[in-house]
């Protein structure tokens, strides 16, 4: 919940956004060719000004309802409400005289949720959007909503079952994200929404692991669980999602190596797997993917030396690989201008470590190449391995720190006796 979502809009008036799908000569509005009187009604019990015609008024850029083009009368199929004062109310027989609707959309609304829907707007509705409104969505307000293509919830708490009512009564569900919304619980292992496009469960608190049962989202092309709380590896199944555009799967606890199978991902476009505790090498794959603009795998354990040449990386849009103490680049194929955020590699594969600057004793000094340098390429021979300098200082060091720590801990013990 960020915090500039809290405030709310003591001066905002209610705003009901125009638009005109179908759209009618501006000039004024033929008999015949209005909004239906009791859905004019409804509109004005809800702020919106007695003079216009909702469908007939020209929209400004932002206000937007939308009617069809019924005669004699037409009707409303999509409304916007935002900004709305917090003494709005939404009472069920306005409610039940704005059935047409297809789509609604409340956009810092922090009025109460109504407490329930006539059964004739729930099944009407194929799109409901709620961002920073309604306070909190219960599940009487989710589940009549058995129609729906899209839903979009963000910055507001939903109901706990909501994940469960959803999937599995949403059956036509295209686009679904719940953001932001405080939601808990496992993933569930059992999809009814089986046209999803696009999934977003970013910034809530999910917990366990991804189930290989992902796979039967088939047409998935965006799939997003960034900043939750789960864990284990990324099913092998995954790679059987060939839809899949962009993920994120990034700032949670997952672990294990990128799997091969995720070599079959050929339209992918953003991997973001930052911010867990992968492990193992990167894979050689990822630059056969021709579509791929964002690899971002900073912030895990991934070691050895990163598989990819300057054209490849080049390419990226974004390529992050910093906070992986374990990785090194190759420093005869990659530049250190890259500024990639990690050692160069050792000829065993393996970091170097950060220069020790001129304290270097000339016996160690061709353990390593020169730090940095990109063109070096003749590998200058000679090496012996690991540096054992470093290595001194390393236990010199932690000698060191023992020995405060042991002295400080002395001293407390006299001093408490
Ligand atoms: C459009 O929104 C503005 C700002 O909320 C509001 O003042 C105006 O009345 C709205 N226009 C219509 C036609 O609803
Ligand atoms: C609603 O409020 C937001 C934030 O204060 C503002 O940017 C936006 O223009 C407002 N929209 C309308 C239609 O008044
Ligand atoms: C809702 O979906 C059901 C089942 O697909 C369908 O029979 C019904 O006509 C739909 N209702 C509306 C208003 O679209
Ligand atoms: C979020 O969910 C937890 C339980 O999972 C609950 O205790 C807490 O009150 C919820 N927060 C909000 C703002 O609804
Ligand atoms: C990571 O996730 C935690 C827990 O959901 C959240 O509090 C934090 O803001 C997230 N960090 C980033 C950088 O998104
Ligand atoms: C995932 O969601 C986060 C937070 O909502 C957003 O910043 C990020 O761009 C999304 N990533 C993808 C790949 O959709
Ligand atoms: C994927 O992300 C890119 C931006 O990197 C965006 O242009 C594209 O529309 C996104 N595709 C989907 C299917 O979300
Ligand atoms: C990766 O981490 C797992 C445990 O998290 C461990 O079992 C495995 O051996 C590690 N793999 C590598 C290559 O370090
Ligand atoms: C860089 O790597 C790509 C993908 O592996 C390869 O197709 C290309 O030939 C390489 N380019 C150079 C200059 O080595
Ligand atoms: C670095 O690249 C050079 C040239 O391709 C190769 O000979 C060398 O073995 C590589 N070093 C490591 C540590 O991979």
């Known amino acids: 919940m960020s915090s ?11 705003s009901l956004f125009l638009l005109l799908p179908f759209s009618q000569p501006l000039a004024p509005t033929r008999p015949g060719s209005s909004l239906d009187p009791r859905q004019q009604t409804a509109l004005e019990s809800l702020g919106f000004p007695a003079t216009s015609d909702a469908c007939a008024v020209p929209s400004p850029r932002d206000n937007a309802t ?3 083009g019924a005669a004699p009368f037409r009707h409303l199929t999509s409304l916007r409400l935002a900004n709305c004062s917090t003494d709005l109310d939404l009472p069920y027989t306005v409610l039940q005289s704005l059935s047409t609707l297809k789509s609604v959309s409340f956009l810092n609304c922090p009025i109460p949720p109504p407490r329930r829907l006539p059964p004739q707007l729930a099944s009407s509705l194929h799109s409901f959007s709620c961002i920073s409104s309604l306070r909190r969505v219960p599940g009487a307000l989710l589940s009549p909503l058995r129609n729906l293509t899209e839903l979009y919830l963000s910055g507001v708490p939903v109901t706990e079952s909501a994940p469960i009512m959803i999937i599995s009564q949403m059956v036509d569900l295209t686009s679904l994200t719940v ?3 405080n939601l ?3 993933i569930p292992h059992h999809w009814h929404c089986l046209d999803l496009t696009h999934l977003d469960f970013s910034f809530n608190r999910l917990k366990g692991i991804i189930p290989g049962t992902i796979s039967m989202l088939g047409s998935l092309q965006t799939f997003n669980l960034s900043s939750n709380f789960l864990t284990g590896n990324i099913p092998d199944s995954m790679g059987d999602m ?10 949670n606890s997952f672990f294990g190596s990128i799997p091969s199978s995720l070599s079959d991902l050929i339209d992918l476009v953003q991997l973001d797997l930052s911010s867990n505790h992968f492990n193992g090498s990167i894979p050689t794959f990822f630059s056969g993917l021709k579509k791929l603009r964002v690899l971002n795998l900073e912030g895990n354990n991934f070691q050895g030396v990163i598989p990819f040449n300057a054209s490849f990386i080049s390419k990226l849009q974004v390529f992050k690989v910093g906070g992986n103490s374990n990785l090194c680049y190759n420093h005869s194929i990659l530049s250190s201008k890259l500024r990639l955020g990690v050692a160069p590699c050792n000829r065993y594969g393996l970091p170097m470590s950060p220069p020790t600057g001129r304290t270097r004793s000339d016996t160690s000094s061709d353990d390593m190449d020169d730090y940095g340098e990109a063109d070096s390429g003749n590998g200058g021979g000679g090496h012996r391995g690991p540096n054992k300098l470093v290595l001194g200082i390393a236990i010199g060091l932690s000698c060191l720190v023992f020995l405060v720590i042991f002295l400080f801990c002395l001293s407390k013990v006299c001093g408490s006796s």
């Open 66 to 68: 939308s009617c069809d």
């Open 179 to 181: 953001s932001n919304a």
């Open 4 to 14: 500039s979502k809290k405030t709310s809009f003591p001066l905002l008036t209610l």
């Open 242 to 251: 060939v839809s899949l555009k962009n993920v994120s799967l990034s700032n």
């Open 184 to 186: 808990s619980g496992p």
